[in-house]
């Protein structure tokens, strides 16, 4: 029932909103990693060239406002908050905040489609210690990963839909249709369902799409080069299939829920650089960010966390 929860706490990753942000938004993203100080100035630089801030947080605030529509529509009005882990508001403010209203169980939403400890264990961790950190009293129950959601599905196909629309019709069948998601350390992936979750979304997507010709592929990996992390990098599918004769590629970011700085540079810039290079059109589908059908699948898992 709906009355066993007083709120919904939306937890996504954050990002700097000017120039001054980037270097103290990225000191919260790598403290404690062992990042070399020479990455950090890349990814700096990064955020520089899409401007000086990330779309993560207003996206996030739109898909927020989305799911309170919808769950409104659907007669399941729950308050929602927003916490984010790395920027403002981070995750202790909304914690605080959800405490002077008087919340004590809330259902968690991690702006996440697919699980691992990078993705699902850490924002979880934060929440607990957000929570130890204000003392709040507050209990947080999590809605499942919407990895194969049917309208998570449906919105990316959509997304993709759009681009080989873009493609002449004799080339589209030879198209091949790249999906894309955060690289992580490979003994992390082995030890969450995060390949399997990604395999899973991307040949869901093919198929709606009946488009057999498809991967799945990894960007913005960081951390010290020696260590082994999923592979293979985009840029490298992207130089491949060119060899082989390729001449259009679709790609698609369903490891991301919105377009951030790993879409914005490291597909829109990087991967577009390299495939100009080696003379492949290359289209980007978007993220699903505040899509309604993807607002309708968070509606969905909101809704049968309240009835559990």
């Not at 990455?39 to 899409?50: C, G, K, Q």
């Not at 198929?207 to 990098?233: I, K, V």
Request: proline residues 6%; charged residues 25%; negative net charge.
């Amino acid at each position: 029932m709906a009355d066993k929860f007083d709120a919904i706490l939306i937890i996504a990753f954050g990002g700097p909103e000017k120039t001054e942000d980037i270097r103290p938004f990225l000191a919260n993203v790598t403290r404690g990693r062992p990042i070399p100080k020479e990455r950090i100035d890349e990814v700096a630089h990064h955020y520089e060239l899409i401007g000086g801030r990330s779309p993560i947080n207003e996206l996030t605030f739109k898909q927020a406002r989305g799911l309170e529509l919808a769950l409104k529509g659907r007669g399941s009005a729950l308050p929602i908050f927003v916490g984010m882990r790395n920027w403002h508001p981070f995750l202790a403010k909304a914690v605080n905040e959800m405490s002077r209203a008087n919340v004590r169980r809330a259902i968690g939403v991690i702006m996440a489609a697919h699980e691992s400890e990078a993705s699902w264990q850490r924002y979880k961790q934060n929440v607990s210690d957000a929570i130890a950190e204000t003392g709040a009293h507050l209990s947080v129950e999590y809605t499942p990963p919407l990895f194969d959601h049917p309208l998570f599905i449906e919105s990316v196909s959509d997304r993709i839909e759009e681009c080989l629309n873009q493609i002449p019709d004799a080339d589209r069948n030879d198209t091949t249709l790249v999906f894309t998601a955060h690289s992580i350390p490979t003994p992390m992936a082995y030890e969450s369902p995060y390949v399997e979750q990604l395999t899973e979304s991307s040949r869901l997507v093919a198929e709606r799409l009946g488009h057999e010709n498809w991967m799945l592929a990894y960007q913005s990996r960081s951390g010290r080069p020696t260590d082994p992390w999923l592979e293979p990098d985009v840029c490298d599918v992207i130089r491949d299939l060119s060899a082989r004769g390729v001449k259009y590629v679709v790609v698609a970011p369903i490891g991301f829920v919105c377009d951030h700085v790993e879409i914005l540079y490291d597909l829109d810039i990087e991967a577009a650089d390299v495939a100009r290079k080696v003379g492949i059109k290359l289209i980007r589908a978007k993220a699903v960010n505040d899509d309604p059908k993807f607002i309708a699948a968070l509606a969905d898992v909101v809704e049968k966390q309240m009835s559990l």
